[in-house]
């Protein structure tokens, strides 16, 4: 597949623009060679884009069908079917972690965020939120529910942003309007309290301070 003649499958446009928002945020050429997991991956648009790029891609997904459409898409990507509410299986350590999407179909986000922080320099995170003013310590629901059968209908946002940025690391949000979907929902929402709101939250993780340091060495090389 010709990088130009890539179309994304779901909700084109929103893919193409956070696909677009993410490269302005890295240097040119910076996931060349790169590793990176995707979590989630549905039909594969965004780490599928991405291993155009030159990088070595590793897709999962919980569902026969989402696992199998990856598969046939791209067939020199690794995939792997398994649910993402499980122990970690994968490799012991990525350049980039894609976790977008996915945060609010677990069962227990805490241990997903900080478990793939281990793993990785840079985690990318997107996730539905509830708006939620203060802090909100959630339950991790305990009850039993097949996420790779029942295909995500017991998802819920039962967090709120407050509680996903005191499990991250080095982290930047971004509420920015060019991530916006029409039908997906916004990111430059402003919190209000709001408990029946949901939205959507954009973060970066620059774990290993990668991009801190690229950009001091691009600034001293300008």
């Not at 070595?56 to 995939?79: I, L, W």
């Amino acid at each position: 597949m010709n990088i130009n003649d890539y179309e994304p499958i779901y909700h084109k446009q929103w893919v193409l623009d956070r696909i677009n928002f993410i490269k302005k945020m890295f240097p040119d050429n910076y996931f060349k060679d790169k590793s990176i997991l995707e979590l989630g991956s549905c039909w594969g648009d965004i780490g599928g884009y991405f291993s155009l790029l030159g990088a070595d891609v590793t897709m999962v997904n919980g569902f026969d069908f989402y696992y199998e459409a990856c598969k046939n898409r791209f067939p020199n990507v690794k995939n792997i079917k398994h649910d993402c509410d499980s122990e970690w299986i994968y490799d012991d350590h990525y350049d980039v972690i894609f976790h977008m999407g996915l945060l609010y179909h677990l069962r227990d986000p805490k241990k997903s965020l900080i478990e793939c922080q281990k793993h990785c320099d840079i985690m990318i995170l997107e996730t539905v939120v509830s708006d939620f003013l203060d802090f909100i310590e959630i339950i991790p629901r305990t009850e039993d529910i097949n996420l790779c059968q029942d295909q995500g209908l017991n998802a819920e946002a039962n967090f709120s942003a407050d509680f996903v940025e005191k499990y991250l690391i080095n982290y930047t949000r971004y509420d920015d309007s060019s991530l916006n979907g029409k039908i997906s929902g916004n990111y430059n929402w402003t919190a209000s309290g709001n408990s029946g709101f949901r939205g959507r939250r954009f973060w970066i993780c620059d774990i290993k301070n990668q991009l801190s340091n690229l950009t001091n060495s691009l600034l001293k090389n300008s």
